[in-house]
């Protein structure tokens, strides 16, 4: 049974790098044709696309975020990551590691894990 | 970008009675479209995609219909449990991005 689990500190300072971690188990990240994402919801907001990853590292990203967002890839560990940049107070959310199905539609999701960007 | 616009924004209702929610695309993603419901302090749930085709372990009270710009998500006979926040979700571009509407809350009326 495919599960992902997010991981990562829960507060980070304004202008520091949010970094989170979505642990794959029960599918190898490598072994299908999908693009792994993330995506994030903030406090009482709706959802926003992130980015996706490949197992081959190739990535893409929302366009208002790209300056600031690198998703990597670590098959080894079955892992993909993120990080998120220069941080705001905007960047507060819950923040999902998923995957898709055929389409592009997110069949399987973490439980999330909430980000408090604060001094 | 392509936009996602859901209404109404909350849609109150009777358990027992038809809900219907919908979603406009700026553009046509033909039926590229699925729908998802989240229940507070869970992730989303896909309900939906390709515009109408359920996902496995989604009751048949579930249904969506509409292609290019018009789509509607509409649940027959309310239970307690469908009381929750719906959004659609569009995945017509490729490369991406992907976007969501804003989402419609579903209250007990």
């Known amino acids: 049974q495919l599960q992902l689990q997010e991981s990562g500190p829960g507060l980070v300072k304004p202008s520091e790098t949010l970094s989170l971690t979505c642990t794959v188990s029960?599918?190898?990240?490598?072994?299908?044709?999908?693009?792994w994402g993330w995506i994030r919801q903030p406090p009482e907001k709706g959802l926003e696309w992130i980015g996706s990853?490949?197992?081959?590292?190739?990535?893409y990203y929302n366009p208002s975020l790209k300056s600031r967002v690198t998703i990597s890839v670590d098959t080894s560990k079955n892992q993909f990551s993120l990080k998120l940049s220069s941080v705001t107070v905007a960047d507060t959310a819950v923040y999902y590691c998923?995957?898709?199905?055929?389409?592009?539609?997110?069949?399987?999701w973490g439980q999330g894990t909430l980000v408090t960007v604060s001094s | 970008e392509i936009v996602m616009t859901q209404s109404p924004a909350t849609l109150s209702v009777s358990p027992g009675e038809r809900a219907t929610l919908s979603c406009r695309a700026s553009?046509?993603?033909?039926?590229?479209l699925a729908w998802y419901q989240q229940k507070p302090g869970q992730a989303p749930r896909l309900l939906i995609y390709?515009?109408?085709t359920r996902a496995t372990g989604i009751p048949a009270r579930f249904s969506g219909s509409g292609s290019g710009t018009e789509f509607t998500l509409t649940i027959s006979s309310l239970q307690s449990e469908d009381f929750a926040v719906y959004y659609c979700q569009q995945y017509n571009n490729w490369p991406p991005p992907y976007t969501f509407g804003q989402g419609t809350k579903l209250e007990i009326k």
């Open positions: 990853t490949y197992y081959s590292g190739s990535t």
């Open positions: 029960g599918d190898s990240i490598s072994s299908n044709n999908y693009y």
């Open positions: 553009q046509s993603v033909r039926r590229n």
């Open positions: 390709g515009a109408s």
């Open positions: 998923a995957r898709p199905q055929d389409g592009n539609y997110y069949v399987s």
